[in-house]
């Protein structure tokens, strides 16, 4: 399948910081998605993009759609505890294919 | 109601028992789905159901058995399974089958074989 690669890895910073993540691919994707994930719990979308260029916020996090439709970002701004978790990225190829990211561990000192 | 339910939230099993995950959506959904999910790991879809007849199967082996009896419910059944099939089982609904971006996910069960 394809290979969607997430960095950093994972992020250890303090409440009230900045966060910024990235999803890189060598495919051109038609929609990129971003989830979070809580231990124990599935996965919940926060944000979708359909467009190259577009960005796209909800509350502190924003996202864009990167320019040659292979790649896309996250950030998440003025972070609190509650940011702890888990991002995926997702990419919908086509109309059938889906993949998600590697994922970004983020922790959260307060 | 937005709710993805699946039942149970954790099962043991042995390598030789046969045993059911459930999952409930009432959302009208058109699409379920099943994902399995290794500890720190992004989630791999397994099977995509759409108005109940079974649309995608990625390659997962037989002792993997998905079941839609109606719209709203979707069944996994397993046995025979490996301790190498523990993991995070996730199941999903869509508005359609290739509507991603309205997929909703439920919590999970935690599957481990012994």
């Known amino acids: 399948g394809q290979q969607l690669n997430q960095s950093p890895q994972s992020m250890f910073i303090q409440e009230g910081e900045d966060v910024s993540m990235n999803c890189t691919s060598s495919?051109?994707?038609?929609?990129w998605l971003w989830y979070k994930q809580d231990p124990g719990e599935g996965p919940v979308l926060l944000i979708a993009?359909?467009?190259?260029?577009e960005l796209t916020s909800n509350g502190r996090l924003t996202a864009q759609f990167g320019i040659t439709r292979k790649d896309s970002f996250l950030n998440i701004s003025a972070s609190i505890p509650s940011d702890v978790g888990i991002y995926f990225c997702a990419g919908q190829l086509n109309m059938n294919q889906f993949y998600f990211g590697t994922g970004t561990s983020l922790t959260v000192i307060p | 109601d937005t709710e993805v339910t699946q039942t149970p939230k954790h099962l043991v099993m042995g390598m030789t028992n046969k045993k059911s995950l459930k999952c409930e959506q009432h959302?009208?959904?058109?699409?379920m789905y099943w994902y399995k999910q290794k500890a720190k790991k992004p989630p791999e879809l397994m099977f995509v159901y759409s108005y109940e007849k079974l649309s995608i199967n990625e390659s997962v082996p037989s002792r993997f058995s998905p079941e839609c009896p109606n719209s709203s419910l979707l069944n996994l059944h397993l046995h025979a399974l490996q301790p190498e099939d523990s993991a995070l089982y996730l199941c999903?609904?869509?508005?359609?089958?290739?509507?991603?971006?309205?997929?909703?996910f439920g919590p999970g069960t935690r599957l481990t074989v012994l």
């Open positions: 993009l359909y467009k190259a260029g």
């Open positions: 999903a609904s869509s508005q359609g089958q290739f509507n991603f971006d309205t997929q909703y």
């Open positions: 495919s051109i994707f038609n929609t």
């Open positions: 959302m009208g959904h058109r699409a």
